[in-house]
């Protein structure tokens, strides 16, 4: 059974920094792809990066230039450093895991960008 604990959340001004981490345990086989979706209130819940065992990284266009995606593969964790953040970028952020068509979703963490 594959658990991701997500830490990092929080408050921040217009322009700020966040970090966002997520820890995975259990079994993690590869290929796999690690990323970050977020869910406004009132709106679905959508891709804002993804990094696969591969190395290969995905964005959305709206946090291109923004938000960094790392991962340490020896401890099952990917991180997402967010910079520049704007109030369009509140939302629950959820971790996500995905190998062999399963897939796994952290219990997410709150990110509030107001002044």
Same mark, same amino acid.
């Given at each position: 059974?594959?658990?991701?604990?997500?830490? #990092?959340?929080?408050?921040?001004?217009? #322009?700020?920094?966040?970090?966002?981490?997520?820890?995975?345990?259990?079994?993690?086989?590869?290929?796999?792809?690690?990323?970050?979706?977020?869910?406004?209130? #009132?709106?679905?819940?959508?891709? $804002?990066?993804?990094?696969?065992?591969?190395?290969?990284?995905?964005?959305? @266009?709206?946090?291109?230039?923004?938000?960094?995606?790392?991962? @340490?593969?020896?401890?099952?964790?990917?991180?997402?450093?967010?910079?520049?953040?704007?109030?369009? @970028?509140?939302? $629950?952020?959820?971790?996500? $895991?995905?190998?062999?068509?399963?897939?796994?979703? #952290?219990?997410?963490?709150?990110?509030?960008?107001?002044?």
């Amino acid at each position: 059974q594959v658990q991701l604990v997500e830490s #990092g959340g929080g408050l921040v001004q217009p #322009g700020g920094s966040l970090r966002l981490s997520c820890a995975a345990s259990g079994s993690i086989y590869r290929p796999n792809v690690m990323g970050w979706y977020r869910q406004a209130p #009132g709106k679905q819940r959508e891709l $804002v990066a993804t990094f696969t065992s591969g190395g290969i990284t995905t964005y959305a @266009d709206s946090v291109k230039g923004r938000f960094t995606i790392s991962r @340490d593969n020896a401890k099952n964790t990917v991180y997402l450093q967010m910079n520049s953040l704007k109030p369009e @970028d509140t939302a $629950v952020y959820y971790c996500h $895991v995905a190998f062999y068509g399963l897939a796994y979703w #952290g219990q997410g963490t709150q990110v509030t960008v107001s002044s």
